[in-house]
């Protein structure tokens, strides 16, 4: 039988050997990597059925360093990830865990360093569970992603034509005025414009048009 | 477009939650519920987000995995008093949208709760 393959990627390589060992034992086989590149060269390499990697990834000590989450977010559609942090804080939960802009998150999971080697091995069989009912050529999500961009589409295109279109020709029209209009008489002038340009190309003469402008203005405000 | 957020809480503090409701109404609508009175009210409409007040809730988790049972498609939030990283792992885990503290300024509260119906239009 095929022994499942975990890409472990961390810079420290007494860590990365401790580790290596005991997963191995448990029937692992490990494939280390300490770098971002060497972690890429060998997910180009060999098949991978999960990584685990570590948030600080080039130095331990910036705690600006998120190359492993850089790295995650490049190969989590592809491979199941883990990320692992010496630096646990809610603000990695949240990265990592989060959904991302396609519904998913960057890891599958998230440890801390700290909570040895049953959390890990148990988060580890718990992602490669879950990984296997995840199809990776096709997110889960995908058809509502679909359904919720084409409301995406049709709600921008429903507040461009009838809300920002007038809004902005309402202001132009009003600042080269000189006035400083509110959005809504932004809006409401600019329907105006929109309904006069309208019936000039309709072919309603200019003059007839400003006519009817000026008598519902005068319904309204008859002073 | 106004939103429809259905906060659980069983806070007492009216005036939290008065100005909560104050807080996000340039986005929506705020209705509150109990942890009793959650799924009923949960059932009335449809929310684009339901926040989970995670101080004054007792199993936020499986509160927030009965709204999924009921609706897969809505998102729910949790607040938090004292975040912490193994609470925020552990509700994340569950699938929910984001993790905050209560104790977020008007302004950031907005900014994070508009972040979250941004990306579910986004999705």
Known sequence: MTQTAILFADNDRDFIETWAEFLQNEGYRVIAAFSPAEARSKLGQEHVDAAVIDIRLVNDDDEKDNTGIELAKEICRSVPVLLLTGYPSVEYARQVLKPQLDGLPIAY?????????EAMLTTIKRTLDLAKHRDFS???A??????????????????????????????????????????????????VIVVF?????????VNTVIGWFVNVWRFFFPQ | MMANFLLITNTSQTGWLS????????????????EKNANEEFLKRPYELVIIDAATVEEPVSLAQKFYKLKPDVRVAVMTTIPTWR????????????????TLSGQELLVTIRTILQEEINQ
């Open chain 1, 109 to 117: 999971d998230f440890i801390a360093k700290q909570e040895g080697p």
């Open chain 1, 138 to 140: 096709k997110r889960p």
């Open chain 1, 142 to 191: 995908e058809k509502s992603i679909y359904r919720r961009k084409l409301r995406l589409f049709f709600s921008r295109a429903l507040t461009a034509v009838f809300v920002t279109f007038p809004r902005t020709i309402g202001r132009f029209i009003l600042e080269i005025g000189g006035r400083q209009p509110s959005d809504p008489t932004a809006t409401l002038f600019g329907y």
């Open chain 1, 197 to 205: 340009v309208i019936l000039v190309l309709l072919g309603v003469r």
């Open chain 2, 19 to 34: 100005s909560f409701v104050k807080t996000l109404a340039p986005l929506g609508n705020v209705q509150a519920a109990t």
């Open chain 2, 87 to 102: 609470e925020a792992r552990d509700i994340l885990r569950a699938g929910v949208v984001d993790y905050f503290p209560r």
